[in-house]
């Protein structure tokens, strides 16, 4: 398995004729080696593989890591230096999208006779194809986060903070199972229902307004991502067109899932079908991103996206229209590709009013 995902770094590896890259990024380090923590680094040459760390995670990397030798530092940027300097490797690729300015420094002032090469944001897409195993793990995780919903949403009712919805639904994913909450969830309700990342908040529910719910839960270092958007009590019948058209889009955009399609085509399935409907000007973000070790990762769905779909990736489909003054919709399932289509892994129902 590992290998496998290693051979994914092989055109980096052709391409800038690199002698080995540096990994920082710890949810490429746990898809690279398997090691879960919060802190350490993976050196990957050609041949050999190392990953350092410091005391605290010495154990917990013996138990974890696979395809590399573990070391133990005390100094991270000296260890690492004299480590690349030892095995003179002479240019190494390092995650220009994650490195700090200063930690970029460390490395470059101590290692004068090596050349760095930036490697962008394509590297993170070596993670956009999942495995079996990780389709599994998301599917789980999906599926535990819905069940919560569902036994959160009982309680919706006119008078509740938002607030407390969000906190129900955190102590319901960890009843279940979860390692954590993926994110801070919105529950935007109402006029707060325009923040298409309206954090939850004091505000309490009335009857009428529409609730905007995004979710997530984190287990096994897998994420899901899913929105439903529901009414308290009767809705009106602006918030019901509304409502309709977003699940159109959504609907439209699953069903044009299938791997040959572009990131950007798939946008402009549900983004010309809200255009339409004269409620273009109200969908300003993209239609989706990858879900996996983290939480937004590749591919980018939007009209921007220049990735084409493949079979295994995992994304989400996620349209909304957000009214200043009145309020917001957003709808939002998770998919995994398959050879001829995708199925859905999130598993909350989408309609509007609750029976
Ligand atoms: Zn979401
Ligand atoms: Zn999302």
Redesign the pocket.
Same mark, same amino acid.
């Given at each position: 398995m590992l290998k496998h995902r290693r051979s994914r770094l092989k055109p980096f590896f052709e391409e800038h004729r690199l002698d080995a890259i540096l990994i920082t990024n710890l949810a490429n380090i746990r898809y690279l080696c398997g090691f879960s923590g919060s802190d350490g680094v993976l050196l990957l040459a050609r041949e050999e593989a190392w990953f350092l760390c410091d005391s605290r995670y010495t154990t917990q990397a013996a138990d974890e890591v696979r395809g590399a030798e573990v070391r133990e530092y005390s100094a991270k940027y000296e260890a690492i230096c004299s480590l690349i300097s030892d095995k003179k490797i002479r240019r190494f690729g390092f995650e220009a999208t994650h490195m700090l300015v200063s930690d970029f420094r460390q490395l470059s002032e101590r290692l004068a006779g090596c050349e760095l090469v930036g490697l962008g944001a394509a590297l993170d897409s070596i993670r956009s194809c999942k495995d079996k195993h990780e389709i599994e793990a998301l599917g789980r995780v999906a599926a535990l986060a819905s069940a919560s919903l569902g036994a959160v949403l009982a309680s919706l009712a006119p008078g509740i903070r938002e607030s407390d919805i969000a906190l129900e639904l955190e102590i319901e994913i960890r009843r279940r199972g979860a390692d954590a909450r993926a994110f801070d969830f919105?529950v935007a309700s109402g006029e707060r229902g325009a923040m298409p990342h309206g954090k939850a908040s004091d505000k309490v529910l009335r009857t009428g307004e529409l609730v905007t719910i995004?979710?997530?839960a984190v287990k096994d270092g897998y994420h899901s991502? *899913?929105?439903v958007t529901v009414a308290v009590g009767r809705p009106s019948a602006r918030g019901r067109e509304i409502h309709d058209i977003v699940r159109q889009a959504h609907d439209r955009a699953v069903a044009a899932v299938r791997p040959g399609i572009s990131c950007r085509d798939l946008d402009a399935v549900a983004r010309d079908y809200i255009r339409e409907q004269g409620y273009d000007s109200y969908f300003g973000h993209g239609l989706g991103h990858g879900v996996g070790l983290e939480i937004h990762e590749k591919p980018v769905v939007s009209p921007r996206g220049d990735a084409v779909v493949e079979e295994g990736m995992v994304f989400?489909i996620?349209p909304g229209i957000y009214v200043p003054g009145f309020g917001g919709v957003r709808i *939002?399932d998770t998919v995994a590709v398959t050879a001829d289509g995708c199925v859905i892994l999130t598993q909350a129902p989408k309609d509007l009013i609750l029976s």
């Amino acid at each position: 398995m590992l290998k496998h995902r290693r051979s994914r770094l092989k055109p980096f590896f052709e391409e800038h004729r690199l002698d080995a890259i540096l990994i920082t990024n710890l949810a490429n380090i746990r898809y690279l080696c398997g090691f879960s923590g919060s802190d350490g680094v993976l050196l990957l040459a050609r041949e050999e593989a190392w990953f350092l760390c410091d005391s605290r995670y010495t154990t917990q990397a013996a138990d974890e890591v696979r395809g590399a030798e573990v070391r133990e530092y005390s100094a991270k940027y000296e260890a690492i230096c004299s480590l690349i300097s030892d095995k003179k490797i002479r240019r190494f690729g390092f995650e220009a999208t994650h490195m700090l300015v200063s930690d970029f420094r460390q490395l470059s002032e101590r290692l004068a006779g090596c050349e760095l090469v930036g490697l962008g944001a394509a590297l993170d897409s070596i993670r956009s194809c999942k495995d079996k195993h990780e389709i599994e793990a998301l599917g789980r995780v999906a599926a535990l986060a819905s069940a919560s919903l569902g036994a959160v949403l009982a309680s919706l009712a006119p008078g509740i903070r938002e607030s407390d919805i969000a906190l129900e639904l955190e102590i319901e994913i960890r009843r279940r199972g979860a390692d954590a909450r993926a994110f801070d969830f919105i529950v935007a309700s109402g006029e707060r229902g325009a923040m298409p990342h309206g954090k939850a908040s004091d505000k309490v529910l009335r009857t009428g307004e529409l609730v905007t719910i995004d979710f997530g839960a984190v287990k096994d270092g897998y994420h899901s991502d *899913e929105t439903v958007t529901v009414a308290v009590g009767r809705p009106s019948a602006r918030g019901r067109e509304i409502h309709d058209i977003v699940r159109q889009a959504h609907d439209r955009a699953v069903a044009a899932v299938r791997p040959g399609i572009s990131c950007r085509d798939l946008d402009a399935v549900a983004r010309d079908y809200i255009r339409e409907q004269g409620y273009d000007s109200y969908f300003g973000h993209g239609l989706g991103h990858g879900v996996g070790l983290e939480i937004h990762e590749k591919p980018v769905v939007s009209p921007r996206g220049d990735a084409v779909v493949e079979e295994g990736m995992v994304f989400t489909i996620e349209p909304g229209i957000y009214v200043p003054g009145f309020g917001g919709v957003r709808i *939002e399932d998770t998919v995994a590709v398959t050879a001829d289509g995708c199925v859905i892994l999130t598993q909350a129902p989408k309609d509007l009013i609750l029976s």
